[in-house]
């Protein structure tokens, strides 16, 4: 089944802890994306990734990295996890960019207390 | 700056009647993409259309369909025939091409309620 996987779904950390959520695609997409959910503020967008070895800042990068070593795989990384980064994470992937269909994953549900 | 500004924060519908959802946006770039988004209480983003700054003929997409007027910087998406199933959140989105490619932004999204 074609599909965005992420991993851990839901967890509640503290400040200063180190994390990943990790963000696996198996459709050879070349696009991908990291994106936060807040309420009343919609979606915005952390990083993406056109290819392997490429990426670039979204509208919201501050504490957070990513890399893109393999094709499917793109995880986000929270090296020093603040209460404000408290939120819902969607990774997303397409075959070459925005204009195609972009298949989300089932979101991460963190909590940084 | 880019932004994309959807007006309606909720909206009821009547089951079986058409629904439109509005959405402005704001950029420079000449290349750009509008789409929208589906999000389920249930919490998953479903993509439902997108429509190219170049287009000339408004996108459609089964019962959805985008009403692209350029001039006025609007991406209306109309829900024809609306069913239980389409109450939902919705959200707008743009990507410019000019400059960052892979950058979307979103609205802050209108509730849908359809009522039996």
């Known amino acids: 089944e074609a599909q965005v996987t992420q991993n851990p779904r839901y967890l509640i950390t503290v400040t200063g802890k180190k994390l990943t959520v990790t963000c696996s695609q198996n459709m050879n997409h070349e696009y991908m994306s990291w994106y936060r959910q807040d309420p009343g503020l919609g979606l915005r967008q952390i990083y993406y990734?056109?290819?392997?070895?490429?990426?670039d800042k979204g509208d919201v990068p501050e504490g957070y990295k990513v890399s893109r070593k393999e094709k499917r795989n793109f995880p986000l990384i929270l090296e020093s996890p603040s209460p404000n980064q408290t939120s819902l994470y969607f990774c997303?992937?397409?075959?070459?960019?925005?204009?195609?269909?972009?298949?989300f994953g089932p979101g991460t549900r963190l909590t940084v207390l | 700056a880019q932004k994309i500004t959807q007006t309606q924060p909720g909206m009821f519908v009547q089951e079986k009647e058409a629904v439109t959802l509005d959405c402005t946006y704001d950029t420079s770039d000449q290349s750009y993409g509008l789409f929208w988004y589906k999000q389920p209480s249930s919490g998953e983003m479903i993509f439902l259309i997108y429509?190219?700054?170049?287009?000339?003929q408004n996108a459609t997409e089964g019962r959805y369909s985008l009403n692209f007027q350029k001039a006025r910087k609007s991406a209306n998406l109309v829900i024809s025939a609306s069913q239980l199933g389409d109450s939902a959140m919705y959200f707008c989105?743009?990507?410019?091409?000019?400059?960052?490619?892979?950058?979307?932004?979103f609205g802050k999204g209108t509730k849908l309620s359809v009522k039996p």
């Open positions: 989105a743009m990507s410019a091409y000019g400059g960052s490619q892979g950058n979307l932004i």
């Open positions: 997303a992937s397409s075959l070459w960019g925005l204009t195609d269909t972009q298949y």
């Open positions: 990734s056109m290819n392997v070895e490429v990426t």
């Open positions: 429509q190219g700054s170049y287009d000339e």
